[in-house]
């Protein structure tokens, strides 16, 4: 069946770096778009980055402009998030999700999640 294992959380000092894996295994993520999203204790999941499938098109959530890259490597079917210079609202659970079609879309739009890897950014 189709999934995708994210990898790559764990504890950083704000100012660090992380990068961020998703990794899928029964499918090819060349077909689908690609979007991270994270959910920090009692606040909502929120959209942070998502990829494109057709043209390359990356978009950003505003926070994280000019921090995070997404990118993606075919040969290994796995998609990254880069991030860099993180601050402690950084913190959540971050997940990699998919959707069946080129285009990015809003959080509702993606039929495939991973299990999420826990990010925390503390001194």
């Known amino acids: 069946q189709l999934q995708l294992v994210e990898s790559g959380g764990g504890l950083v000092q704000p100012g660090g770096s992380l990068r961020l894996s998703c990794a899928a295994s029964?499918?090819?993520?060349?077909?689908?778009?690609i979007g991270w999203f994270r959910q920090a204790p009692r606040k909502e999941r929120e959209g942070v980055s998502c990829s494109s499938s057709n043209d390359g098109s990356t978009y950003y959530a505003d926070s994280v402009k000019g921090r995070f890259t997404i990118s993606r490597d075919n040969a290994k079917n796995t998609v990254y998030l880069q991030m860099n210079s993180l601050k402690p609202e950084d913190t959540a659970v971050y997940y990699c999700?998919?959707?069946?079609?080129?285009?990015?879309?809003?959080?509702?739009?993606?039929?495939?999640w991973g299990q999420g890897t826990q990010v925390t950014v503390s001194s």
């Open positions: 029964g499918f090819s993520l060349n077909v689908y778009a």
């Open positions: 999700a998919v959707r069946y079609g080129s285009r990015c879309t809003g959080i509702s739009g993606y039929d495939y």
